[in-house]
């Protein structure tokens, strides 16, 4: 599985910012999938993840938030985030895992899009 993502860069506090992550394979579909993000200088954490029949978990700081979704006709996931906050700023990356109660990453990553959110 290769994935991409797109749609990162810099935005106000308070702005919103949509991320998309393309896959590539016949089998996208049966993947869970997560994003994960990586603050300047921390480790990385997986901020929300979506199973293949669209079950979603999301980390507890952006919930109301962000929300993840995703379209299997385009290979496509995506995380809409509102209401954004500086703390909020890191290297978001897309990931193929699997579903067992929770998400489980796959060592499939993408190449991270940045996003900054700065007044």
């Known amino acids: 599985v290769q994935l991409v993502e797109s749609g990162g860069g810099l935005v106000q506090p308070g702005g919103s910012l949509r991320l998309s992550c393309a896959g590539s394979?016949?089998?996208?579909?049966?993947?869970?999938m997560g994003w994960y993000r990586q603050p300047p200088g921390k480790q990385r954490e997986l901020v929300a993840a979506i199973s293949s029949g669209k079950t979603t978990n999301y980390e507890e700081s952006v919930k109301a938030r962000f929300t993840i979704s995703r379209d299997n006709a385009k290979k496509t996931v995506y995380l809409q985030m509102n209401s954004l906050k500086p703390e909020d700023t890191a290297v978001y990356y897309c990931n193929a895992g699997r579903w067992s109660g929770s998400y489980h990453p796959f060592d499939y990553w993408g190449q991270g899009t940045q996003v900054i959110v700065s007044s």
């Open positions: 394979g016949s089998i996208f579909s049966v993947y869970a």
